[in-house]
């Protein structure tokens, strides 16, 4: 792979990511007792409490959409970390390279999806 096909999957690289992080940012917020870059903690909604009892309402639609956002939170902020550490090969000089055989990754199958970290056959 020459270093302008590098270029140009680091660019789709850093928008896809920026496109996640944007998405990760309506469903959850950065967890901040970790202080990990790359860790998200779901959003627990808040559709208002109950007025009848002045009680913290955790409605029915909050727990469901929390844990829609859970599962999001999860898909999303391991996306980020994939796109992450294949950005972190290119810089190293190792992107493209199976991570299982260590056999070079079908060119096209990295245009299709630049985060993959296994050939073809390694992720059956
Ligand atoms: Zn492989």
Known sequence: M?????EDIKKNLLAEKK????A???????????HVPG??????PNYGDDPATELEDNSPNEVADFQNNLTVTSDLSEEVARINAALVKIDAGTYGVCEKCGKAIDPKR????????????CSK
Do not use: I, W
């Open 110 to 121: 990295l245009k299709a999806y630049p985060a993959a970290a296994h050939c073809m056959d």
């Open 39 to 44: 860790n998200y903690e779901a959003k627990f």
């Open 2 to 6: 020459d270093s302008k096909q590098l």
């Open 19 to 22: 496109r996640m992080e944007a």
């Open 24 to 34: 990760l940012g309506s469903v959850s917020a950065p967890d901040k007792g970790e």
